[in-house]
């Protein structure tokens, strides 16, 4: 399958003539046994070092080619192989006289059978012998496998007589595969010409499609395995879809049926074209190209290109940074629309394939199906008519998708290398108002509109017709937040907006289920899902520039100018509520009233719900959960009472006195005198923060705390909708509690997401958190909550030293989230909030991250009211609610500039571990 064999000065690689030369000089010198062996292995380390060294010197230092670097990999094994055997058959084992039953042939399998060998590749060799195995035949073996294993090499290996090689490859699909491409390599020529000659009759003969069948079930299994996806942020080059093992997948195929020894032989039998051949050499060439660079880099048989190994293979591919695409972006791009033509590769070879190879049933009982005048139906495939062609009329393209859309079908291969062919003509359909019509269908279809735009996708029909579309398509989105491609997210939320309105995320999605069969905006809804991210990577505000492509495109669409205002105001704020959920005080009146001034209508508030839940969902497996939905949750429920009138405009004095005569209500078994008490603990924003269950709890906590005179309580509440873990922690306050009590929370791995810092009036902190851990294990696990509990108590009472156990622990994020780089950055905002200074803080995520920075807030003498904690891969959004120390808002400009001066100070230090600072 290697498609260039000519390689550049060989004898640079390997010199076998001169290493034989001094083999046999050796092994002639009356050497013992042992030292011989010694003296051998040495000289075969020797040479396969400065051979590997030459071939990666090549390959890193020149213009990369991985068919070359796979050939020249694979000749230097070969040479080596072939010498050791040469001298183990001529001096250890020395030849005499031998039986028929004592020949041995030596084959190369697998990929170092078809001539492919990267650097950290498996060898993999097979030991023909005639007959059962001799103690000549084992002894020849052990002695060459040992010093292979020796050099430092991964053999695989098996020993087998060619009638074993036969039954093996009946009964096991993957024995016949790596069979199918042995290669002689030395020995007994005859043997080796005997065993391919019985496989080929005995094997092959009258096996093909059952072959085809097992191996593309094969590879359907392998994709389902890893995601399914050609569109992962991080691909396994070989294994992925649309990597190289979808390749040989296809190149066992052709093997199988025609017996070729290079894909271009299928251009001579007038089975591909000579363009689709090149199809095939051009991202074979890329994908070894690509793995090469990564074995090479990584000094190991490292088959996944992750971020940090994607930079620098961008750089030795020669890839620079363009305007509005830095160089790896650029890379990944290709990488993709290789992966995607890898695809379109196999749809042509399954077309070509099932067209020379199909049954031809003696009698034809029932006859294809016509359906729309110009499609067949045959079976369960929608194929075109064969007098019919897309060039006579190209709106046929789109209602192809559409009919195996709505009769819920499988498209013939044949049919979309049709497809592929006429892509051209899509362009033609821009302007047609029934093209546009069938696009909205496929996309606001009931059925599944996720899998028919994904084949859109896939056979190029999407991009062309959409062209906005078109520029996001294989588009990566550099960073360890997003796990797809902006193509591929897209289609996912547009997937999750259908099974939402389905109803099979209601246990997941519970409100968004509930509120989509009263949107009355469906049309408008499903399109701006497909638009949300049509303008990322042009340089700017993408939420901005893709409401400008709203307006353009919605009309030619159909939609009509009120559901193109929606949509344009959709994909402008689609990010508004996530960012007012997660980043401000839900608590905060100020919070709902500029929210609901922003939404201004219940039907743009669910609009806007939905979409948020089905983008955010889209973008990872791991991103969505429990926490994220009881913010939106609480965000919708609040807004829609402002938007309804239902929000109380009372006085803030009435509202506390309701507060706490719910409170009062509550309290059975309390004497007045102890409500009354208890009452007076908190300040007027005490009793505004919180609702009458969790006031019912911190009462209970407060007066538990006194019954037992405890000067530290800690107390867990489990949440199982949202996932999280209250923790609320009673103790004197002090300056730099908040910041120790979150160091403590680090120091066991688990994060932050919500926090409220109270003060009560008799000096005591009741300060709560709502904390999530790595594995979600933290609500459920006793053992964890125990020491949590310890961890918090140990650090508040000095037996701990969080500043001190914080230095050098290793963070969530993995080794090769480094290569992200995020600026540092501090907003402080006095608009948000009547009451408070608002503080957002952004920065790379690292262990005590937020106890430096709530620590350098003590410093500055600030009071936290409240904190909101959002993590995006590699980047942390902390936001803070402050006070100065007369509780009044921040105003002076050089108070302000201090704060933003000192915060920078703590971002831009070393991100290995908090800062080594005293607290003032």
Known sequence: MS??????????????????????????????????????????????????????????????????????????????????????????????????????????????????????????????????????????????????WDLGLKVGHSTRSIDECIRLSRTDITIRTA???????WGDRKLADEFKQRYRAEVIAGSGLAFVEAKLAERDARHDRLGDSRYLLEPNVKEDKGGLRDLHTLFWIAKYLYNIQDVRELVDLGLLTHQTAQLFIKAQTFLWSVRCLLHYLTNRGEDRLTFDMQKEIATRLGYTDHAGAASVERFMKHYFLIAKDVGDLTRIFCAVLEEHNKRKPRLRLRRP??????????????????????????????????????????????????????????????????????????????????????????????????????????????????????????????????????????????????????????????????????????????????AKVAQKLCPRLGLTPEETETVAWLVLHHLDMSRNAFKRDIDDPQTIADFSKLVQSPERLKLLLLLTCADIRAVGPQVWNGWKAALLRELYYRTIDALSGNLSAEARDVRVSRKK??????????????????????????WLMFDTSTHQQHARMIRRAEDRHETLTIDMTPQPTSGVLDVTVLCPDHPGLFARITGAISLLGCSIVDAKIITLTNGMALDSFSILDPKGELPTSHDKQRRLSETIEQVLTGKR??????????????????????????????????????????????????????????????????????????????????????????????????VREQLMITLEQEEHGPAKRKVG
């Not at 199906?369 to 062609?389: A, H």
């Open 369 to 546: 199906k016509q359906v729309e005048g110009c499609f067949l139906v045959d079976g369960d495939r929608l194929n075109l008519k064969p007098e019919m062609t897309f060039e006579q009329d190209p709106l046929r393209i789109l209602r192809l998708f559409r009919l195996a859309q709505t009769m819920e079908l499988d498209i013939h291969p044949n049919t979309l290398r049709q497809v592929h062919e006429n892509l051209h003509l899509v362009t033609t359909l821009r302007s047609n108002p029934e093209a546009n019509s069938l696009f909205l269908d496929i996309l606001c279809d009931s059925r599944d509109a996720e899998g028919t735009l994904r084949h859109l996708n896939e056979a190029g029909v999407f991009g062309r017709f959409l062209p906005d579309f078109g520029k996001v398509v294989a588009q990566m989105q550099y960073d360890m937040y997003h796990v797809y491609t902006t193509d591929e997210h897209t289609i996912r939320a547009i997937g999750t907006m259908h099974r939402i309105e389905q109803g099979t995320l209601a246990d997941e999605l519970p409100l968004s289920t509930s509120v989509m069969p009263t949107v009355q905006s469906r049309r408008a809804l499903y399109v701006a899902v497909m638009l949300h991210d049509i303008a990322k990577g042009r340089g700017g505000d993408h939420s901005e520039l893709g």
């Open 801 to 898: 030293n969080v500043s001190k156990e914080l230095v050098g622990k290793s963070g969530t994020l993995p080794q090769r989230a480094k290569v992200f780089t995020v600026p540092p950055r501090v907003i402080v905002d006095n608009s948000m909030s009547k009451t408070h200074t608002v503080i957002e803080v952004n920065g790379r995520d690292r262990p005590g991250f937020l106890y430096d920075v709530t620590r350098t807030l003590t410093n500055l003498g600030l009071q936290i009211g409240s904190a909101h904690i959002s993590t995006y891969g590699e980047r942390v959004v902390d936001v803070f609610y402050v006070k100065d120390i007369f509780g009044m808002k921040i105003d002076h400009q050089s108070k302000l500039k201090h």
């Open 179 to 185: 069979l199918l491409e042995a290669r002689w390599l």
């Open 3 to 148: 498609t260039n064999k000519t390689l550049r000065k060989p004898r640079e690689i390997i010199d076998r003539k001169e290493l034989v030369t001094r083999l046999d000089e050796m092994a002639t010198s009356g050497l013992s046994p042992q030292e011989m062996r010694k003296r051998l292995l040495a000289e075969l380390k020797d040479t396969y070092r400065r051979g590997h060294e030459v071939v990666r010197q090549r390959c890193l230092e020149g213009r990369v080619n991985g068919a070359l670097t796979v050939s020249e990999n694979c000749y230097l094994m070969d040479q080596l192989v072939v010498t050791l055997y040469d001298f183990v058959t001529t001096h250890v084992y020395a030849p005499g006289v031998r039986t028929k039953g004592e020949k041995i042939s030596l084959l190369a399998v697998g990929g170092y059978g078809r001539g492919e060998l990267s650097p950290y590749s498996d060898i993999d060799l097979l030991f023909l012998l005639p007959y059962k195995s001799t103690p000549y035949s084992e002894q020849v073996v052990e002695y060459m496998l040992y010093i292979l």
């Open 661 to 686: 005569d719910a409170l009062r209500a509550s309290l059975s078994g309390w004497s007045d005198a102890q409500i009354e008490r208890h009452l007076a603990l908190g300040y007027p924003s005490y």
